[in-house]
């Protein structure tokens, strides 16, 4: 709609431009002094630039990094899909060598100059291929050499573009309305800008001189001024008086004053209320500050006469000079959602059981647990945090806390059976199945595990304490005597004796009466072969007796553990031949 206004009124050149009330921008941002506008609707270089003109404005400049973020910040609040905009770039009548001409390759700016410390073309053709104007430029995320950077492309001032940029500069600005937020009905009023150049939304970092501001639902309506060569600007009205005290602190110079729902601007002791009734002038009128509570305020018409005022949540007492509590939380409805409770001077909002305050409002308070991935069962601990708890039997695991993992700290405790099949049952790592039900822990002491360094037993674990030939003396440590990988490997791998030297080489032992290697062989071999049918023989009893896939599971799992048994009782085995 925006590109048909624009082109039927502009189309004979200087027929005429649209007039301001109809533009309608599609989104629009302002930073300190410079405002920028986003504006739909297809549209040639010329019609854009006058239709920014008209707002009193011009085609956007993009000389910095800042600049271009504005445009990918309105890009991004945009429904369209990767728009080309026009911009205030173009390149005059005639050709140039655009590998001379600096980063913006011999374009200008509509504002006559070719400063920048910023560039960002999508094609650079080298910088070998001549350009010959005129030409204009548009911007767009589609043709964007880096992600959220927009290109700018060359176009022909003739092609219809989806939109353009303008640019405005004004001398001063205000800041968003601030809210009292510690009033609970803060957080319903709600605020929408309206600026000189026609941009209306409720989301600005800072509005310019002229705009206007909506305060829903006091119908209350402001405009920002600012006195003139003034670079900050304020939140007035034409009516006389505060407006309400939550906004803006209700437009007064010094102090509002909330008093049975009627707001009013007060001045220091020595200054007096001007014309606007929320500006205050200072006065040679004899203070009067030690009269009143709280405060006086001089009549400078009647010298000497004065009136005493309250600070808000006070009022006057009878004698119209001391200041009384007022109880808000009985004044008209409750001001609170849920429990009031009054002070001096004012009131605090409680919540129920269950509920906790969030912008005024209570709000039921979210579990801790909620969303987390404990395998058993997650405890409270206070409003905020958590901590994962195990059935009996079990603990959390240190390295994963959610998880659960079989514990026992006794030297024997009941094993986790299913109560489907009793035949199936686990114990904790350390701990073998007993008696059916019954998990025993395992004493690897007995199987020296330390030798020839002191052992001690622990429920499921054991400790090594290391003498003074180990190589951690004095320690407590799992191993008191590592052997390295490497020296391992030197020795033939891992448990495997030194080879035996050979038997006519020099300096090898006589041997009286040497024994045959295969009885040697025979006999080790025999040795595993019973230890093994022993092994095979206890698993079956133990099954017979109930134990569950534990036990198998343990000795698979803890292969170091039998491994040491098989191997001291093969030594003792052959001690005995």
């Known amino acids: 709609m925006l590109g048909v206004l624009l082109l039927g009124v502009l189309a004979p050149v200087g027929l005429g431009i649209p007039a301001p009330a109809e533009l309608q921008s599609s989104g629009s941002q302002c930073v300190e002094h410079e405002c920028f506008a986003l504006f739909r609707g297809p549209v040639t270089f010329l019609a854009a630039s006058r239709a920014c003109e008209s707002l009193q404005g011009h085609l ?3 000389r910095s990094s800042v600049a271009a973020d504005v445009i990918s910040l309105l890009l991004s609040g945009d429904s369209s899909t990767n728009p080309h905009l026009w911009i205030g770039l173009q390149l005059p009548q005639g050709c140039g060598d655009t590998g001379h001409l600096g980063p913006l390759r011999g374009f200008q700016w509509v504002t006559g100059d070719n400063h920048t410390s910023y560039s960002r073309w999508a094609r650079l053709d080298g910088d070998t291929a001549p350009h010959c104007g005129p030409l204009c430029v548009t911007v767009s995320a589609a043709t964007a050499a880096a992600p959220g950077e927009p290109a700018w492309e060359e176009q022909q001032c003739e092609t219809e573009a989806d939109g353009f940029l303008c640019e405005f500069h004004f001398e001063a600005s205000c800041r968003p309305l601030v809210m009292d937020r510690w009033t609970p009905d803060a957080s319903l009023f709600s605020s929408t800008y309206t600026t000189p150049f026609g941009a209306r939304d409720a989301d600005f970092q800072a509005l310019p001189v002229g705009s206007s501001a909506e305060v829903a639902p006091l119908g209350l309506e402001l405009v920002c001024t600012a006195p003139p060569g003034a670079a900050e600007g304020h939140w007035a009205r034409e009516e006389w008086g505060a407006w309400d005290c939550n906004v803006e602190k209700g437009g007064c110079e010094y102090m509002c004053n909330l008093t049975a729902g009627v707001s009013s601007c007060l001045c220091p002791g020595d200054g007096v209320l001007q014309a606007d009734g929320r500006s205050c002038t200072a006065t040679t009128v004899q203070p009067c500050n030690d009269l009143c509570e709280h405060f006086c305020v001089s009549n400078p018409d009647v010298p000497g006469s004065y009136s005493c005022m309250c600070e808000t949540g006070y009022q006057l007492a009878a004698d119209q000079h001391r200041c009384e509590d007022v109880d808000d939380c009985k004044q008209g409805p409750n001001p609170c959602p849920q429990l009031c409770v009054n002070r001096r001077g004012g009131f605090d909002c ?5 509920y906790e305050l969030v912008d005024g409002e209570c709000v039921e308070a979210l579990d ?3 969303g987390t991935n404990c395998e058993y069962e997650c405890q409270p601990l206070g409003s905020t945090d958590y901590r994962c708890i195990c059935a009996e ?8 806390p959610h998880k659960c993992e079989m514990f026992c700290n006794e030297t024997a405790c009941p094993a ?3 109560p489907n099949n009793p035949d199936l049952c686990h114990c904790p790592e350390g701990y073998i199945l007993d008696d059916g039900s019954m998990c025993s822990d395992i004493d690897e002491c007995d199987a020296d595990e330390c030798s020839p360094n002191e052992c001690r037993n622990l429920p499921g674990s054991f400790e090594c304490i290391c003498g003074p030939d180990s190589a951690y003396p004095g320690q407590v440590r799992a191993d008191c005597d590592p052997i390295p990988v490497s020296d391992r490997e030197q020795d033939g791998g891992s448990g495997e004796p030194p080879a035996s030297p050979m038997p006519n080489s020099p300096g090898s032992p006589p041997s009286a009466r040497p024994v045959h290697s295969g009885v040697l062989i025979g006999i080790s071999i025999g040795s595993l072969s019973l230890v093994v049918a022993l092994l ?3 698993c079956h009893l133990r099954k017979k007796q109930g134990a569950a ?8 799992a803890s292969p170091a553990k039998e491994v040491v048994l098989q191997h001291v009782r093969t030594d003792r085995t052959l001690q005995k031949l």
């Open 368 to 370: 801790p647990c909620f």
């Open 350 to 354: 409680l919540c129920y059981d269950g």
């Open 60 to 62: 956007m400049t993009v």
């Open 416 to 418: 986790d059976c299913d």
């Open 549 to 556: 896939r534990a036990e198998l599971e343990y000795k698979c």
């Open 536 to 538: 095979a023989l206890l």
């Open 393 to 400: 039997g079990f603990a959390p695991n240190p390295k994963e």
